[in-house]
């Protein structure tokens, strides 16, 4: 599948988002910030990416966390997965959250998180007296043991 996207005047210069490996789901984004940004201890910060895209009907893009960045400095995304709509044109941002408790500098090129594209269906709702009976039923948090 191949999909558009606009490379914006502050990105200019960094790769386009891209697989790092050939098993790899999701695509590294980089950071587009000029020079150096630093996240203090809980901040969030919206970080942008220097593109804009125009997914196909159908599909959405998941920003999510890439998890070698939480596991050394204890940052992350604040609304993970972040959902990119098929009709959104604006630059792709990534809400950046540092839940470490020392500063974490952002900068230029940095792989920040990971897209992934994913196609979604969309559903009609259809209101009834009683759900149909599963094996789970009504089990909620934890309801499946450790």
Known sequence: MKV?????????????PRYMTPGSAGMDLFAAV???????????????TGISIALPGGFEGQVRPRSGLGLRHGVGLINAPGTI?????GEVMVLMTN?????????????????????YERVEWEPCDELPPSGRSGGGFGHSGR
């Open 34 to 48: 000029s020079g150096e940004m630093t996240l203090a201890p809980g901040q969030t910060a919206p970080i942008p």
């Open 85 to 89: 709509d098929s009709d959104y044109r």
């Open 99 to 119: 839940f470490s408790g020392a500063d974490y500098r952002v900068q230029r090129g940095d792989r920040i998180a990971q897209l992934v594209v994913a196609r």
């Open 4 to 16: 558009s996207v606009k490379v914006l005047p502050h990105g200019a210069g960094l790769p386009l």
